[in-house]
Each structure stands twice: as C-alpha cells, then as structure tokens.
C-alpha cells in the first residue's frame, strides 16, 4: 500500500469506526474531511483536541467538511471517549496500524527516557473529490482546529 502525497487521490482503504460505520473513500466522496491522528484516547492533549472539533464541528458542516479521528484504540475504547465528551464526528480504530501506515503517521517518539513506536499527531484534509489537499504533522493542539477550519474555507 502507496502512502499518501499531497495533491494525489487518496488510495483505498476501509476501516471501523463507532456506531458500526465503515470509512473509506468512497464513503467520503462529495464532502470535504477532516482525518486527525491522536495517540490515545481519554489523555489530556487527546481529549482536548476532540473537544476542540467538536465545539466547531458546525463550522466544519457549515463547509462541507466530516471530521473522523483516528487511534489504535479499540471501537469499545472510543465509542465510551465519543460518548463521554459527545462528539459529533465518528472515531476510527486502527489496531494494526493500516490506515497510520497509510498515512505515515507512526514515528519514532520517546517519554520519560524511553523510545517507542506511536502516533505522530497529524491532521488531513481531503477535498469532496477524494485528494489529499493539506496535512499536519507535529501538531500543537493550541489553536490547530482553527487553522484547519480556516483551510476548509478555502476549498
């Protein structure tokens, strides 16, 4: 499987996320999306980066514009985050990292003195024909959800 380049189709993929929906990009044709990567559900700079699409999740629809956040948590895991902090938006579980890979989000991090493989924090917007139009890798959850709504007004 290709990772994916900016100006390029997004490939195929298919993944589970809660309320039994299934995404992949055929079911994301004719809206604009908004696909963020997070390490871990229920940790603060996680549940605050959610809180922060979902109080701008109208401005979001008001553009055209889906939101689906991705972990390698299980569908149990974040349909009790979705619930408990009511996201607007459905949560996709990537256990075996494919849709990460995909997307080239799993790096080399360190904590506390330790290295690990995990989550890169990062942000995708593909426009309502399925290209991968702008990305963030590194993100600050400061103000990021606002830099992204500003860029869906562009598409």
């Known amino acids: 499987m290709s ?54 999740a109208k401005d979001f629809a008001e553009n055209n514009t889906v939101i689906f956040g991705v972990s390698r948590d299980s569908l149990k895991v974040h349909s009790n985050f979705r619930n408990k902090h009511e996201f607007p938006f459905e949560l996709i579980s990537d256990p075996d990292e494919t849709l990460c890979k995909l997307f080239d989000v799993i790096k080399l991090k360190k904590l506390y003195g330790k290295e690990y493989m995990g989550i890169e924090r990062s942000t995708f917007l593909i426009d309502s024909k399925g290209v991968l139009q702008k990305e963030w890798r590194k993100v600050k959850v400061k103000n990021h959800v606002e830099e992204v709504l500003a860029s869906t007004n562009e598409l």
Do not use: W
Request: charged share 20%; with cysteine.
């Open 3 to 56: 990772k994916i380049e900016i100006g390029a189709m997004i490939p195929h993929f298919e993944s589970s996320a809660t309320n039994d929906t299934t995404v992949s990009p055929s079911t994301l044709l004719g809206k604009n999306a908004v696909i963020y990567f997070y390490p871990k559900d229920n940790t603060p700079g996680c549940t605050t980066e959610g809180q922060d699409f979902r109080d701008h």
